[in-house]
C-alpha cells in the first residue's frame, strides 16, 4: 500500500527558510518520479518541483532559484529545500509520486509566510 507522509511545514517569516519532508513507503524507487504540489485558497493545485528517478528535476517558474527538490533513496525521502520565502509561496503542500498512470498523494502540509 503506497503512503506518502509530508512534514516539515509551518509558519515562517517573509524571506526565511522551510525544509518539506515526504516519507514513501513500500519504496521510493516504486515510484517512476515524485513531486511537490502546492494549493492556495480559492486557486488550483499546481506543480512546484519534480524529480525523477534518475534525479532530473524542474521546477515552477515562479521558484526557480529558491527552492529545490532532492531525494535520499536510503530513507525513501523526498526533500523539498524553500529558501527566500514570499507571501504568495503561503498554500498547503503536498507530496506526490506517479506510478505509470496512477497517482498519490500525501495529506498536506501548510506553509504560512508572513510580510
Known amino acids: 500500500q503506497v503512503q506518502l507522509v509530508e512534514s516539515g511545514g509551518g509558519l515562517v517569516q517573509a524571506g526565511g527558510s522551510l525544509r518539506l519532508s515526504c516519507v514513501a513507503s513500500?519504496?521510493?524507487?516504486?515510484?517512476?518520479?515524485m513531486g511537490w504540489y502546492r494549493q492556495a485558497p480559492g486557486k488550483q493545485r499546481e506543480l512546484v518541483a519534480r524529480?525523477?528517478?534518475?534525479?532530473?528535476?524542474n521546477y515552477a517558474d515562479s521558484v526557480k532559484g529558491r527552492f529545490t527538490i532532492s531525494r535520499d533513496n536510503a530513507k525513501n525521502t523526498v526533500y523539498l529545500q524553500m529558501n527566500s520565502l514570499k507571501p504568495e509561496d503561503t498554500a498547503v503542500y503536498y507530496c506526490?509520486?506517479?506510478?505509470?498512470?496512477?497517482?498519490?498523494w500525501g495529506q498536506g502540509t501548510q506553509v504560512t509566510v508572513s510580510s
Open positions: 506526490n509520486a506517479r506510478i505509470m498512470l496512477t497517482l498519490y
Open positions: 513500500p519504496s521510493i524507487f516504486s515510484f517512476n518520479d
Open positions: 524529480i525523477t528517478t534518475g534525479g532530473n528535476t
